[in-house]
């Protein structure tokens, strides 16, 4: 049953045999749709420009040539780390992404804080008094809360809070400072100020959701064995909730959450839309609508890159952690 | 020079120097702000502005936009600009007079600078004509142009190839640059002046020009900064921002939200479903007006052999309520149509109106043997034109009453252009603003008979083909003469009306909101580039 280093090398090599094929597939589509999302000249050029001035900065950007020629051009380049230059930003797309990659993160980071921080006492609570009318009140919220799509939450905290109540700004990322070596909005109060709504807005997805899987965990865990074990015992019953039952309860939540995170950055595209929040997913979705090719495949392939080195990593996590998960391909 | 540092920082990328050094030059620019205002006596006023997009380089030749022309008449100043009432206003031209037929001589300004310290004189307006005439966005409108004679310093000709009636529309579009301040190589060794699509150039990220506002910081997508020019030659305006930031805010209700809770004081456009908001709102203002987009859709006769009969084409004219779909689903916000020109254009015909008249429009049908009616297919985009894809659905099922049968497809406009290119269905939808705010513009484009070689009807997608327009359309060109020439463009709107070339919708108003006390009905109009640096705040 022991596997030694040799194996986890092995399996290590696969697995990133695996991902680069992956990377490569996931290349070739994003390479291969961008005939199909529109003409990029006419995002370039003004409306009145000549037929013959369009089809030489065609001939000119090299859009006129076979697909397998521009995709073996984009490839080539592609190895050696350039995507290609963003035709709005006019920079390499890579650049103008991690450029925006900052304040995407400082949402999820909100968004996450928000989940936890609420998810876990709520959860809790609705596993232990099931029946009580808060409990109730939460689990109804919750559903209808898991049914509104994330930009009517955001548009309806907007008015709520920015237009009617006037507490809270209603657009943008607000001042950033670097005390630290990266430009954030997390170390001063009006970035902070500026991040409550679209975190708020991003969490409303995924809070409902969380409070019922703990709920549910947790209702599970109380039920077993050794909990009963540990009532039987005398345990002060904070001891038993939320030492022995919670811990066991938050194994199945973080796995999930894992996944999650990838559900997130898609939820980023639309609370980012609305509240004009400089990140990755406004710009992805300005680069749909502008026709930015190169932008469009660097946004794809850097995505699929997060999913790709997250399953990777926790799959390997996986193996040195439990013992029980047998790696694929010995004999046990 | 003051705006290389911020430019230079601008090339370098990371996102952390770059707000860094906006931070540290904004700071620098409030700083030098309050000492002047201090000393001046006058107080700092900062407007914060909030439009859908910004613009896309600060290159004013990059491309021919409703962004960048906005962005000229902030940073640059153009020879003679349009007033409200579509007449010439002297700018940086304080005179003109044709010299013959071909030529007219302008008198440049004196005593006006750029932003850099450089004196204006001739040469530079030589200099920003010739690359006018290599962008491959204006050089359209520069083509019945030979060039620029510089006579001497504050003197020079615009010498065309024909008589040409339209030289002043063009020279609205001439902001002269700073040509010494472009001359030269960046540090990437690239020549300043480059004019590149797609490229990082010199000049798309550094301006100098005369006009009201300096550009001390940008962050492309997410803001730009401006101070007033204290060297600013219009010394008679009444303007008194003193700063701009300015914001794209691409959804409708955030900058709706966005004005209504104070965090921004003017915003353009405003989306039709909020104007009733705003308007009726304590702390806003609204103001609106009659634009001049024309929203048509035209019948393809290639395509459909039943639409190169005058009478089917009148009777889906007749069909379509216009003023309906104005009232409807534009919500008043726009202007029903019976022609491609708005009032105030030269080709502006008053008899030309809407011409429902559902009764009429089956008798056509009747005569021209269709009573029974035909199937077609129809395209339109879903996010170019206010409203485009229920327009769409509504002209369809108007049809249906006459027992034209319509396939409907909508799509974004990045997926409609290159449909359209194709010509793609038998009816398609198109939008068109005149560059040059002339009548013969919208013929070039939109009805004269398709020719490759010259470009003309280049989105005449309908095919519609008259010899007398087309000869009409091209004697309008080299009229000097404004009432003959208004003359034969009417007769150009009467004819198409008559031939129902094609089905005309409405003209898109244009709305702004601002802030109590931010005065800007005084400096906005139907070009939607407001006059920013004659804007009051109180």
């Known amino acids: 049953m022991e596997s030694g280093p040799i194996d986890h090398l092995i399996f ?12 490569f597939v996931i290349s070739l589509i994003g390479f291969s749709i961008q005939d199909n999302l529109g003409d990029p000249l006419r995002e370039l050029l003004g409306q009145s420009v000549s037929e013959a001035e369009r ?57 996450t804080l928000i989940i936890v921080f609420i998810s876990v006492p709520m959860g809790c609570y609705c596993a232990i008094k099931p029946n009580g009318w808060i409990s109730r009140a939460v689990m109804g919220i919750s559903i209808v809360g898991i049914s509104i799509p994330v930009f009517l939450t955001a548009i309806f905290c907007i008015y709520l809070f920015s237009v009617e109540l006037g507490w809270m700004p209603s657009f943008g990322r607000g001042e950033t400072t670097a005390p630290f070596g990266w430009e ?27 409070i019922r899987l703990i709920r549910s965990e947790m209702m599970e865990v109380l039920e077993s064995e050794y909990i009963r074990f540990a009532w039987a015992k005398g345990l002060n019953k904070y001891r038993v909730w939320f030492l022995h039952a ?32 400089p990140g990755m997913g406004f710009l992805f979705l300005e680069a749909v609508n502008r026709v930015d090719t190169p932008l469009i495949i660097a946004y794809i392939i850097v995505v699929g890159l997060i999913f790709v080195v997250t399953n990777t990593v926790v799959d390997v996590i996986y193996t040195l952690v439990n013992p029980t998960v047998r790696i694929a391909g010995k004999a046990s | 020079m003051f705006i290389s540092k911020p430019g230079a920082v601008l090339d370098g990328g990371l996102s952390a120097r770059l707000s860094g050094a906006v931070k540290r030059i904004a700071t620098t620019a409030a700083v030098a702000t309050l000492c002047l205002a201090t000393a001046a006596g006058v107080q700092a006023k900062t407007l914060k502005m909030a439009y859908d997009a910004d613009p896309v380089s600060l290159d004013p030749h990059e491309q021919l936009s409703g962004g960048t022309l906005q962005l000229s ?100 579009y001439i902001f002269p ?97 909020d104007l009733d908001r705003i308007d009726k709102n304590a702390g806003t203002d609204l103001v609106t007006m009659g634009g001049t987009r024309i929203i048509t859709f035209q019948m393809n006769q290639e395509r459909v052999a039943a639409f190169k009969d005058k009478r089917v084409r009148q009777a889906i004219v007749y069909a379509v309520n216009n003023e309906g779909i104005v009232q409807k689903i534009m919500k008043g916000f726009a202007t029903p149509a019976g022609q491609q020109g708005p009032k105030g254009y030269a ?48 002209v369809a099922s108007m049809l249906a009453r006459i027992n034209i049968k319509v396939d409907l497809k909508t799509m974004p406009k990045a997926q409609y252009w290159p449909k359209f290119d194709e010509r793609a269905a038998d009816m398609m939808m198109i939008g068109w603003h005149s560059d040059t705010e002339d009548s013969a513009n919208f013929s070039e484009f939109l009805t004269m008979t398709p020719n490759k070689d010259t470009g003309k009807g ?25 009432a003959a020439r208004a003359a034969v463009l009417q007769e150009v709107e009467q004819i198409l009306y008559d031939d129902a070339a094609f089905v005309p919708l409405h003209w898109q108003n244009l709305a702004w909101a601002a802030k109590k006390g931010v005065h800007i009905k005084d400096v906005v109009n139907v070009m939607n580039f407001p006059y920013l640096g004659d804007l009051v705040i109180d």
């Open chain 2, 458 to 482: 280049q989105y005449n997608s309908g095919n519609y083909s008259n010899a007398k327009v087309d000869e009409l359309v091209e004697k309008s060109l080299s009229m000097t003469d404004p």
């Open chain 1, 184 to 210: 954030s909005g997390f170390f001063n109060v009006d970035g902070l100020v500026h991040l409550v709504l679209p975190s708020i807005s991003l969490a409303s997805i995924m809070l409902p959701l969380f």
């Open chain 1, 12 to 23: 290590l090599g696969k697995r990133l045999l695996q991902a680069t094929l992956v990377m």
């Open chain 1, 55 to 111: 089809q030489a900065l065609r001939d000119q950007m090299g859009l006129n040539d076979p697909f397998l020629v521009q995709y073996g051009r984009f490839l080539s380049k592609a190895v050696q780390g350039d995507l290609g230059d963003s035709y709005f930003f006019k920079r390499p797309a890579l650049d103008v992404i991690a450029d925006k990659f900052i304040a995407t993160l400082e949402l999820v980071i909100g968004a």
């Open chain 2, 347 to 394: 080709g502006y015909k008053e008899n030309l109106k809407p011409r429902f008249d559902l009764a009429k429009a089956k008798a056509l049908m009747k005569e021209a043997g269709y009573e029974k009616g035909f199937s077609i297919t129809m395209m339109a985009p879903n996010n170019r034109y206010v409203n485009d894809a229920k327009i769409a659905e509504a």
């Open chain 1, 246 to 277: 919670l811990k066991n309860t938050l194994l199945p939540v973080i796995t999930v959450g894992g996944v999650q995170i990838g559900t997130m950055l898609a939820y980023t595209i639309l609370t980012e839309t609305v509240f004009q929040w």
């Open chain 2, 177 to 273: 640059m700073d040509s010494k301040f472009y001359t030269g190589t960046d540090e990437n060794g690239q020549p300043k002046d480059a004019l590149v699509k797609h490229g990082n150039t010199y000049a798309s990220t550094h301006a100098s020009g005369t006009g009201p506002f300096i550009v001390t910081a940008r962050e492309q997508g997410v803001r730009i900064d401006f101070k007033r020019f204290d060297g600013y030659w219009d010394k008679a305006s009444k303007g008194n921002v003193t700063d701009i930031v300015f914001t794209p805010i691409k959804e409708s209700p955030t900058r709706v939200a966005a004005l209504l809770s104070g965090d921004v004081d003017f915003i353009a456009p405003v989306p039709p479903t």
């Open chain 2, 73 to 172: 008449h902030m940073v640059f100043d153009p020879l003679v600009r349009w007033t409200k009432e579509l007449t010439f206003e002297p700018r940086l031209a304080t005179k003109w007079a044709r010299v013959d037929d071909k030529t007219m001589r302008f008198t440049l300004r004196q005593g006006v600078t750029f932003q850099s310290g450089n004196p204006l004189t001739a040469e530079d307006v030589a200099w920003t004509f010739k690359r006018l005439q290599i962008s491959p966005d204006f050089k359209g409108i520069f083509d019945p142009f030979v060039g620029v004679t510089v006579v001497d310093d504050h003197t020079f000709d615009l010498v065309t190839k024909e008589p040409f009636p339209l030289v002043l529309h063009a020279a609205t």
